[in-house]
């Protein structure tokens, strides 16, 4: 591979950057941003496509072509290669040609934010830092510290003291530093800009950091790979803070411009109702927090999304579809995954599905209809608890 085959490019002025040159924001325009609205300034990486489109065999694909830290710095850990999955069941519930499922809750820590993780601290092994430090609701932290553990290097970790326990163990158990935050996501997240620019280490907070945008692409990279270099025609994405709608968005642009793809899928932007920031600023254009996100879908719950400009116009450059759904649709939906599927999601990952569920007339246009399921359901198990109830013991003498 080519070193440094990109440029980083500002989302909102368009300056070009040389690749250490920045590391978060657009210098210019991050001067504008305080915690507390989105983000402004996050950068893009900007490829040479036609290097890419030399280079690029489908007989032989090179995907490190589309990467933006080399693989001599790759953490040994194996993240995605999770499997696509063609679902007949769901096909027919939904009155739909083909429904597929990219399982990405089987990535290692159980969730897709593995991708973002994986290739910041990467980038980490590039600029030999030792300490990384990101604020989440749970995933993105549990991501990190797994490839932290396997990279050797510290995680230290901002999260709200409600994330479920399952996450928390797992940071833990990894080996992280955990900080609980007596506050909400947007809480942590600010903090953990704080204390990065007071004690320093590199910052993964989910858009701040670039190359989080940049590992969650390569989801839509390997869907092209496993529809033998096809793309579906819709791709229906839970969206909370709005970094994995944007990456989808990039993995499929960049795939567009090095001319492997015709036309990006349509790209559904799925939110919970009371977290719904980003599908109300694209309904009305004009940006407003969600005043109180309480959802039982943790990972999609958020105040402030960062990277709401970036998902405002990846959904409407694709078709400006957008729905949001109750937790009763979010926990009917798990239940219809798992028992029609074998699919146990998380309560964001299912909303994927309740989202489909409810626009399921807007998507009969499209042949192929991809639902991006993103997190474990082992992950929050106390939630679907709720619902459910044993059976009483039977003694041993019942059969
Ligand atoms: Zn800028």
């Known amino acids: ?39 402004k300034g996050v950068l893009t990486a900007k490829f040479d496509y036609e290097f890419i489109k030399r280079h690029f065999s489908k007989k032989n694909p ?40 990219k399982y990405d809750g ?96 590199l910052n993964r907070n989910t858009a701040y950091h670039p190359l989080t945008i940049e590992g969650k692409k390569t989801v839509s990279l390997e869907i092209f790979q496993q529809m033998n270099f096809e793309v579906p025609d819709a791709v229906v994405v839970p969206v909370g803070d709005g970094v994995i709608i944007s990456g989808v968005y990039k993995g499929f642009y960049d795939l567009k411009k090095a001319g492997l793809i015709k036309k990006i899928p349509c790209l559904v932007s799925v939110q919970a109702k009371s977290s719904n920031a980003i599908n109300r600023f694209i309904r009305s254009g004009r940006y407003s927090d969600s005043k109180n996100p309480r959802t039982i879908a943790d990972s999609i719950s958020v105040s402030t999304p960062s990277n709401a400009y970036m998902a405002k116009s990846a959904v409407e450059n694709t078709g400006n579809l957008t729905v949001d759904v109750s937790d009763d649709e979010i926990l009917k939906a798990q239940k219809i995954l798992a028992s029609t599927t074998g699919i146990f999601a998380e309560p964001s990952s299912s909303a994927t599905l309740a989202g489909a569920i409810k626009l399921k007339m807007e998507l009969k246009k499209f042949k192929s209809v991809l639902l991006l399921v993103t997190g474990n359901g082992l992950k929050d198990i106390d939630t679907p608890l709720k619902n459910i109830s044993l059976p009483p013991p039977v003694s041993k003498d019942w059969i």
């Open 1 to 39: 591979m080519i070193m440094g085959n990109f440029v980083y490019k500002c989302s909102s002025c368009l300056r070009e950057y040389k690749r250490d040159e920045v590391r978060y924001l657009c210098p210019v325009c991050a001067m504008d941003y305080r915690p507390g609205i989105p983000l």
């Open 62 to 101: 090179d995907f490190s072509l589309f990467s933006a830290v080399e693989r001599q710095f790759f953490p040994d850990y194996p993240v995605g290669n999770t499997p696509l999955i063609k679902s007949s069941a769901l096909s027919s519930l939904l009155g739909l040609e083909n429904v597929l499922i």
């Open 106 to 201: 089987l990535n290692p820590s159980g969730s897709l934010k593995d991708r973002a993780s994986f290739l910041v601290v990467a980038e980490s092994v590039r600029l030999k830092e030792e300490r990384i430090v990101c604020a989440s609701t749970g995933n993105a932290a549990s991501a990190l510290a797994a490839v932290c553990s396997s990279a050797g290097k510290k995680a230290v970790i901002f999260v709200p003291k409600t994330a479920p326990k399952a996450k928390l163990v797992q940071i833990i158990l990894y080996g992280a530093e955990i900080i609980l935050v007596d506050g909400t996501y947007d809480d942590a997240f600010a903090m953990s800009l704080r204390f990065t620019q007071k004690r320093g280490g």
